[in-house]
């Protein structure tokens, strides 16, 4: 068994294992280099390829390296949950298994940590191999995030950080279940900076976060930490309600002054539901993505459950 290790890191892993040697094999030299005693938790998140097994043999190989192993797949923000509620260092780092994130950045963030900085995250300042697509979509997200959310979350960034036991101890007591790491880290305040990357294409296999998946995501982002949907759908009705009362003027005045106008009849209704309708329907759905989480948050479930567990003392 290892000391009570200063430096935990927490990566999550779903159908990685072209990934996993080489990951092992970067994150092996930078735990040489740290000055304490480290654990590398692993968490699988449902696997269906050889991911698991290759966890294990990496756990029997060396004893600082534990794994979990969720019963399903959970998605991305649960499994570094799960890890999260299982760390025992002082210093905590979440990193992606793709290689996306660097894992050398890790020591400048520790750096970092020692000039007691609480929360470090890593912000990216250029996407290699990306579509265009793709870096305009995060780059406009990222930037109404921060108008629309009540906190400062940085742009660019990710879940690639570090945090301090102390803010790790704080999310871990947050009871909510659709959880947006980024923006909780923000939250919950202590002093905060960034260190700037260069963010790499994946060093091998598909990628996982599908467009699906972002936007679920971002969705999630906006309603976890903004009520201006709320507004919006408020200013929708004001505004639908104001072109309703000029269309009645518009009508009365051509029944009185163009009564042969091919505006006024089906046209004119056809147009009138069909923009309303859609009104409505906007506002239910924004009311909808609140009520769902409301019912989420009610049923009290459990976050996620576990089915295997290596290299922890309790679980």
């Not at 794994?67 to 509620?85: D, W």
């Not at 940590?113 to 912000?123: C, K």
């Not at 260069?198 to 976060?209: L, Q």
Request: glycine share 6%; hydrophobic share 45%; net charge positive.
């Amino acid at each position: 068994m290892i000391n009570q290790p200063i430096y935990s890191l927490v990566i999550p892993i779903y159908n990685e294992e072209e990934n996993i040697t080489e990951m092992y094999r970067r994150l092996h030299h930078v735990m040489e280099q740290l000055d304490g005693d480290v654990e590398l938790i692993l968490i699988d998140d449902g696997s269906r390829d050889r991911s698991l097994k290759m966890m294990r043999e990496l756990h029997h190989r060396d004893n600082r390296v534990h794994y979990l192993s969720l019963a399903r797949n959970f998605g991305h923000q649960i499994a570094v949950t799960a890890g999260l509620n299982f760390v025992q260092g002082k210093c905590i780092i979440v990193m992606d298994a793709d290689l996306q994130d660097p894992p050398e950045l890790i020591l400048t963030m520790i750096e970092k940590w020692h000039q007691e900085y609480q929360v470090v995250y890593a912000q990216r300042i250029s996407r290699q191999q990306e579509s265009r697509l793709k870096r305009l979509t995060a780059y406009l997200f990222y930037r109404i995030l921060r108008r629309l959310a009540k906190v400062d979350i940085p742009v660019d960034t990710g879940d690639f950080c570090l945090m301090d036991r102390q803010v790790v101890d704080i999310l871990n007591s947050m009871p909510e279940r659709n959880r947006y790491i980024r923006g909780l880290r923000a939250w919950v305040g202590f002093r905060q900076t960034s260190v700037l990357f260069e963010r790499n294409p994946r060093f091998a296999g598909d990628v996982k976060y599908t467009f699906g998946k972002s936007l679920s995501l971002a969705i999630d982002g906006i309603i976890s930490f903004s009520t201006v949907p709320l507004r919006l759908a408020t200013y929708l009705g004001i505004i639908s309600a104001a072109i309703a009362m000029i269309m009645i003027i518009l009508v009365l005045y051509w029944r009185i002054f163009a009564p042969v106008s091919h505006l006024i009849g089906y046209t004119l209704i056809t147009i009138s539901m069909f923009f309303l309708g859609s009104v409505q329907l906007i506002c239910i759905g924004i009311l909808g993505e609140y009520i769902g989480r409301i019912y989420e948050e009610v049923k009290g479930r459990p976050l996620y459950t576990l089915k295997e567990t290596g290299g922890f003392t309790k679980t």
